[in-house]
Nanobody
């Protein structure tokens, strides 16, 4: 009934910017919390940023460069990434806590989107 669909990844040069989107699709009433994570081959998935009840938190490695936000009208979570560095290269995943229109709680993951930072 609910899917999380990511978009916005791509290839960017160091110092550039990208905005990732994570849209909750289906029987969605509200996205009330979400996280972005990232993973590179051979490494564990790394937490990047959190949105919860209007508050935000960031990993030290991205604080000041990345911004997580929510568009309540679109049931979409964004990750604005500025001043990108080669070490930001990874597959980025969102996970979100959703209240459905049936007043159930859904927790799920997006399919991932590749971000490559290279000159």
């Amino acid at each position: 009934q609910v899917q999380l669909v990511e978009s916005g990844g791509g290839l960017v040069r160091p110092g550039g910017s990208l905005r990732l989107s994570c849209a909750a699709i289906g029987s969605v009433f509200n996205v009330y919390a979400a996280n972005w994570h990232r993973q590179t081959p051979g490494k564990q998935r790394e937490w990047v940023a959190e949105f919860s009840s209007g508050n935000t938190r960031y990993a030290d490695s991205v604080r000041g460069r990345f911004t997580i936000s929510r568009d309540h009208t679109k049931n979409t979570i964004y990750l604005q990434m500025n001043d990108l560095k080669p070490e930001d290269t990874a597959v980025y995943y969102c996970n979100a806590n959703v209240t459905t229109r049936q007043w159930d709680d859904y927790v799920g993951w997006g399919q991932g989107t590749q971000v490559t930072v290279s000159s």
